[in-house]
């Protein structure tokens, strides 16, 4: 699959926090290629959509125990690194020193614990607050769409499309993270999205592919089919690490600009979400082990989730307010 039409390199603006729209012409920071960055994502989720459905037409399935638990493991090991550089980033475009570095990631692990707080004395709430940054956050796969409508749209659609034929499934995965019958009823709430996001879902794809960017179109199509066909669990978890993750990370490469510190960075953080998630599964206790692998992933997803989006716009927010007032002052008299 390839691009054309309008397919370039949105600029990396110093002091955003959004992630650089990683296409096939990607510049870094220097101006040379980088890589073909998006192709090899479509054609590795392409291959992996390509065997799971030959699985299924050979009659095994993919709802059962070990293909959860598989999916579980894969959405912790190749999706958690995404968010990893996260501080550097911040670090490295703001020039941020030691001491705010250091609010920074006590305003990171606060976060973190406020969300698992919330799991604990309120998990349907949890859930709730999880499935809408989770929108926020996956509307950034979209941003050659240029609308925030479309954008979100899509996001929607992909977490409300599995209720179309895997409805109890998703009642049941939802129970098993919130551990309240109640989580069912926020499955049923996505039901009542799921025709109207999949038209604009659909609107979005054929936005993407008439306005030149044809790997996008794709993209958003077979994640679309991917998440209506397969088990809910499985379809996310292809969609998570074959496209939404390495397509951040890889964003997030660029802007620290393959900086020496990074393997390091990555490994220690990494290791230390699969800490959490150690934790999590010897403190959360389900009823069986897929519903406690299921519980255990998507918690501590949602528990980085948040400060992987709050941190970087209280950054940016902040940096953004000391330029007004720079600006006040006036330049420097000599």
């Avoid at 309008?6 to 870094?28: A, K, M």
């Avoid at 939802?174 to 109640?182: K, N, P, T, V």
């Avoid at 150690?278 to 918690?299: E, T």
Wanted: glycine fraction near 8%.
């Amino acid at each position: 699959m390839s691009s054309h039409g309008h397919q370039h390199s949105s600029p990396i603006r110093p002091g955003s926090f959004d992630f650089p729209v990683v296409t096939n012409s990607t510049l870094n920071l220097r101006g040379g290629i980088v890589g073909n960055w998006v192709t090899p994502l479509l054609n590795l989720q392409a291959g992996t959509l390509a065997a799971l459905f030959a699985v299924l037409a050979f009659g095994q399935s993919l709802s059962g125990s070990a293909p959860t638990i598989a999916a579980c493991a894969l959405i912790l090991l190749l999706g958690l690194p995404h968010g990893s550089l996260d501080l550097e980033i911040i670090r490295r475009e703001r020039q941020v020193g030691g001491l705010a570095m250091g609010a920074l990631l006590l305003v990171y692990l606060g976060l973190a614990g406020a969300m698992a707080a919330v799991w604990q004395l309120a998990p349907v709430a949890a859930l709730s607050i999880f499935l809408i940054v989770a929108v926020v956050h996956f509307a950034e796969d979209w941003r050659e769409l240029k609308t925030n409508f479309l954008a979100q749209g899509m996001a929607i659609a992909l977490l409300a499309a599995p209720t179309l034929l895997h409805l109890a499934e998703i009642e049941q995965l939802f129970i098993a993270l919130s551990g309240q019958r109640e989580g069912a009823l926020v499955a049923n709430f996505l039901l009542l999205l799921a025709p109207m996001s999949v038209a604009v879902a659909s609107v979005s794809v054929w936005t993407l592919w008439r306005t030149g960017f044809r790997d996008q179109a794709w993209a958003g199509a077979m994640t679309l089919v991917g998440m209506i066909l397969l088990p809910p669990v499985v379809g996310f978890a292809v969609f998570f690490c074959c496209y939404h993750s390495p397509r951040h990370l890889s964003g997030a490469l660029l802007r620290v600009n393959h900086s020496s510190r990074l393997r390091s960075i990555i490994l220690l953080v990494t290791l230390a979400a699969l800490g959490i998630t150690a934790a999590l599964f010897a403190n959360v206790v389900r009823i069986d082990l897929p519903a406690q692998a299921v519980a255990v992933s998507f918690m501590t997803l949602s528990l980085l989730t948040v400060p992987h989006m709050i941190v970087p716009a209280v950054a940016d927010a902040l940096a953004s307010r000391r330029l007004r007032r720079a600006d006040r002052r006036g330049p420097a008299v000599a």
